[in-house]
C-alpha cells in the first residue's frame, strides 16, 4: 500500500506552499529545505511567483511531474487538486496536511471518500488527511513537529495523532533519542497504524532497517493486522513499544460474567501485545525511556551493576530496580578486591559501585572493564554520572561513549546534571548517543522491557475432544448452557470438576447427595448469580440439612433444579473467557472470589495460549506469591492452573461459538484445582 514515491521521492510539490511559516504550508517547505530538500521542489500557490526562493507555479496544472505531493489547502479544493497530480502529473505519494475530513461528519467523510477512491485508482499512497505529515532520512515533509537527528539506525515511529507525535518528539530529542522515519498517520484515510507496521514489515531487510519501532495508537480498527505484523517484525528482531490511548466501552456486548465485567477492549490490548511481544507504555516519557533502553546492546540478563560517584541516586536506582523483581547482586572476591585497590580510599565495589565525587574518567573506564571482563554474575551497568558544576565531565562522558563501544555488556547512561554538564551532555549526543535524565524512570522502563514475555511461539498443545465438543454445541441455542451441559464440555477439555449432579425433587437430592459423599453444597439451578439470591447453601452434613435445604433453593424465583456438589476448600482463583469483536478470545484469569472485581488482579491473553503464555500470565498476578506459598498456606500448583488455562483455550478453539465462559471459583489447595462454579454462554 505504501508506494516508494512516499518514502523516497525524487521531486515534491508543496500544494499551498507560502512565505508564512507559521502556517503548516510555509513550515513544511522550510522543513523541507532546512533538510537538505532543495532541488526538485516546486510550490503551487495562486498569490505568490516565488515562495521561500523557490519557483511558484499559480495552478497545479502547470508544474513539472512530482512523485510526492504535500498538501495543505482547505478541504474542499483538495479532491480536484489530486485529480489534476494523480491523472496529468503522475504523482503516486499524497500527504494531506490539511484538516476537514472525516474528523468533521458526514460531509467532511464523503470528501474523505473520494479523495481515497482518486489516489487508489492511481494505484497511490495517502498519508492523513488532517495529520503532521512524515519525516524520513530522504526529507522532512512534516509541519510543527520538533525535528530530530534522523539517521537509518534510529526508531521508526508512527503516531495515530499529530499532536502527540510532536510532543514524544520534544521529550525525545532533548535526551538524545535518535529517529529513523516518523509517520502521522492523521484520520488514517488509507494508510493508519496497521499499514504503516505491514510496510515495515514488509520491506525488512536485516542489514539496513532499524530495529526499534514506536507505536502510539488510539483506535486499534484491525486488532489482527495489527498483531501479524507487529509478531513479525519482532520474529524478524525488532523491539516494538506502543502506547494505547483511550479505553472504549465494551459497548453493546452483554456482561453478565465475571470475566465479562473485568475484561473489555483494554484487556484485549493486553492481551494482543503479550502475544505480539509488545512493550506496552503508558506515558511519553515511559516510552522514550524504553525506546533509549531498546537503542542499547540486548540485556541478556536481570543482574545490574550500578555505578555511581553520587551515594542517593545509586541507592534510588537499586531500590528502582529491586522493586521490579531486577538485581544488584552483590560483588565480591579477589577481582573485587583488586578493583577496590585502584579507586580512591572510601570507595566501594560491593554494589552500588560507587567511586566518590572525586572518581575520574580513568577509574570509570576500569570499573567497566571489570564489568565486563571480571564480574561474571553481572549482565549490565547503569552508570550515573552528574557534576556539582565544579568538575568538568567531558572527560568522563568520552570513556563512557568509548566502553559503551567496545564493552560486550549494555552499559546505561544516566546523566543528571541537565544543566550544569549541559555541554558535555551536548557533547555525548552528538557521539549519536541517547541517555537517561532519571535513574528511577530508567529502572522502571528496564524492568519492563525485560519482563516482557518473548512472544507466543506455539498455539495451545492441549488436544480437546473436538468430536464431542462439536456434538455438544452443535446441538444446543443461544443463551446459558444447562449444568449438565457445561460439565459435559469441561470434561471433553479436561478440567478438573467438582463431582456433583442435578436433581429435580427432594428424595433426588438426597440421594445424590450420598452418593457424592458428605458434606455437600446445594446451589439453585435457573438464576445466574447464585448467591446473590441466596441460591448457595454450603456445608451440608445429613440427609435432614439436605432436604431443607432442597426446598429453600427451590423457593428461589426461577429456580428449575438444584445441583447438589462435592465440599472443598481453597484458595479462589478464576479464569474465564469472552469474544472481543475483532480480537478473538480473550482469556483471564486472576484472584478470584469475593477479590475478584474488588482487586482486579488479572491477566489476558488471546486464543491460542500456549503453557509458555499461561506460566507469564499467572506469573504477572499480583496475588502471585500466593502461587509459592505464604505464611504456612501450602503453594498453588502453577503447572496444573496454566494448564488448565491452555485447556480453555483449546476449548474455545473448538468452540468458536462460546461468548462468555466464568470458572469462578476454581478453588485451588496444593496440588488440586478444581472448578466449582463454570458458566458459559453461547451465541449460535
Ligand atoms: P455464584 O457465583 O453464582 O454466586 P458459586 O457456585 O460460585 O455461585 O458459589 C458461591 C461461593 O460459594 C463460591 O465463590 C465459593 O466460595 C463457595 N462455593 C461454591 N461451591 C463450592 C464448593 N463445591 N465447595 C466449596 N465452596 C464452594
Ligand atoms: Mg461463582
Redesign the pocket.
Known amino acids: 500500500m505504501i508506494v516508494n514515491e512516499l518514502i523516497n521521492p525524487k521531486s515534491i510539490v508543496v500544494i499551498g506552499g507560502s512565505n508564512d511559516i507559521t502556517k503548516p504550508g510555509g513550515r513544511v517547505m522550510k522543513n523541507l529545505m532546512d533538510g537538505g530538500f532543495r532541488d526538485n521542489v516546486c510550490v503551487v500557490n495562486p498569490k505568490e511567483d516565488m515562495v521561500q526562493g523557490l519557483k511558484c507555479y499559480r495552478t497545479v496544472g502547470e508544474i513539472p511531474s512530482s512523485d510526492l505531493a504535500i498538501i495543505a489547502i482547505a478541504a474542499k479544493y483538495v479532491p480536484d487538486t489530486i485529480r489534476t497530480l494523480a491523472q496529468e502529473k503522475s504523482t503516486k505519494g499524497f500527504i494531506i496536511l490539511s484538516a476537514g475530513f472525516s474528523e468533521l461528519g458526514d460531509e467532511g467523510k464523503a470528501l474523505e471518500r473520494e479523495v481515497v477512491g482518486i489516489i487508489e485508482s492511481a494505484n497511490g499512497s495517502l498519508i492523513g488527511p488532517n495529520c503532521v505529515g512524515v519525516m524520513n532520512s530522504f526529507y522532512r515533509g512534516a509541519f510543527a513537529c520538533a525535528v530530530p537527528r534522523l539517521v537509518p539506525e534510529g526508531c521508526d515511529f508512527v503516531s495515530g495523532s499529530g499532536a502527540t507525535a510532536s510532543f514524544i518528539l520534544e521529550y525525545a530529542i532533548p535526551l538524545g533519542l535518535q529517529f529513523s522515519s516518523i509517520f502521522s498517520v492523521g484520520n488514517s484515510a488509507q494508510i493508519g497504524v496497521e499499514e504503516v507496521l505491514q510496510y515495515w514489515d514488509e520491506t525488512f531487510d536485516e542489514k539496513t532497517s532499524s530495529k526499534v519501532k514506536l507505536v502510539y495508537i488510539e483506535k486499534m480498527d484491525k486488532p489482527d493486522l495489527f498483531l501479524k505484523y507487529a509478531s513479525s517484525l519482532i520474529g524478524k528482531g525488532c523491539k516494538i513499544a506502543a502506547i494505547k490511548a483511550g479505553t472504549t466501552s465494551a459497548g453493546s456486548r452483554a456482561v453478565s460474567s465475571h470475566t465479562g465485567a473485568l475484561a473489555g477492549s483494554d484487556a484485549a490490548v493486553d492481551a494482543l501485545f503479550r502475544k505480539a511481544g509488545i512493550v506496552r507504555c503508558s506515558s511519553r516519557e515511559e516510552m522514550v525511556n524504553v525506546a533509549n533502553v531498546f537503542m542499547h546492546k540486548e540485556l541478556k540478563g536481570d543482574r545490574i551493576a550500578v555505578i555511581t560517584h553520587a551515594g542517593g541516586p545509586g541507592v534510588l536506582l537499586t531500590d528502582a530496580l529491586a522493586k521490579n523483581n531486577m538485581k544488584v547482586p552483590h560483588i565480591s572476591g579477589p577481582r573485587a578486591d583488586e578493583l577496590l585497590s585502584k579507586l580512591f580510599h572510601g570507595s566501594s565495589v560491593a554494589n552500588p559501585i560507587d567511586f566518590l565525587a572525586t572518581g575520574t574518567a580513568e577509574q570509570l573506564g576500569t570499573i567497566l572493564d571489570y564489568v565486563d571482563n571480571e564480574f561474571d554474575d553481572i549482565d549490565a551497568a547503569a552508570v550515573i554520572f552528574g557534576t556539582s558544576g565544579l568538575f568538568d565531565v567531558k572527560d568522563v562522558y568520552a570513556v563512557l561513549n568509548e566502553k559503551m563501544k567496545t564493552c560486550s555488556k549494555p552499559i546505561y547512561p544516566i546523566l543528571p546534571s541537565l544543566v550544569q554538564a549541559a555541554d558535555a551532555i551536548e557533547m555525548f549526543k552528538a557521539f549519536g548517543r541517547g541517555f537517561f535524565p532519571e535513574e528511577v524512570a530508567f529502572g522502571n522502563a528496564l524492568a519492563k522491557v525485560y519482563h516482557t514475555a518473548r512472544p507466543a511461539t506455539s498455539g495451545s498443545e492441549i488436544k480437546a475432544d473436538a468430536k464431542q465438543i462439536r456434538k455438544i454445541i452443535d446441538s444446543c441455542e443461544s443463551g446459558y448452557l444447562a449444568p449438565e451441559l457445561v460439565g459435559q464440555l469441561l470434561d471433553a477439555v479436561g478440567i478438573p470438576r467438582?463431582k456433583e449432579g442435578t436433581a429435580s425433587a427432594k428424595g433426588e437430592a438426597v440421594q445424590l447427595a450420598n452418593e457424592i459423599g458428605f458434606p455437600v453444597?446445594m446451589?439453585v439451578v435457573g438464576p445466574?448469580?447464585?448467591?446473590?439470591v441466596g441460591?448457595?447453601c454450603?456445608g451440608i452434613k445429613t440427609d435432614a440439612e439436605a432436604e431443607a435445604a432442597f426446598e429453600k433453593m427451590m423457593a428461589i424465583d426461577g429456580a428449575t433444579g438444584v445441583l447438589v456438589?462435592?465440599?472443598?476448600?481453597g484458595m479462589?482463583f478464576f479464569a474465564g473467557a469472552t469474544k472481543e469483536d475483532k480480537f478473538g478470545h480473550l482469556v483471564l484469569c486472576g484472584l478470584?472470589?469475593?477479590f475478584i472485581e474488588v482487586l482486579k488482579d488479572t491477566a489476558a491473553a488471546l486464543v491460542p495460549i500456549s503453557s509458555e503464555t499461561a506460566h507469564s500470565m499467572i506469573q504477572s498476578l499480583r496475588s502471585y506469591p500466593l502461587f509459592k506459598g505464604v505464611r504456612g498456606k501450602e503453594p498453588i500448583d502453577e503447572a496444573l492452573f496454566a494448564e488448565i488455562i491452555t485447556r480453555l483455550s483449546a476449548l474455545l478453539e473448538a468452540a468458536p461459538e462460546i461468548a462468555e465462559l466464568d470458572l469462578?471459583?476454581l478453588?485451588c489447595a496444593g496440588k488440586s484445582i478444581i472448578a466449582?462454579?463454570a458458566r458459559i454462554r453461547v451465541e449460535i
Not at 528 to 532: E, F, L, N, P
Not at 565 to 569: D, F, G, H, I, L
Open positions: 467438582a453444597v446451589k445466574v448469580h447464585k448467591s446473590d441460591g448457595v454450603l456438589q462435592r465440599m472443598a476448600s479462589e478470584g472470589g469475593i469462578n471459583p478453588l466449582v462454579d
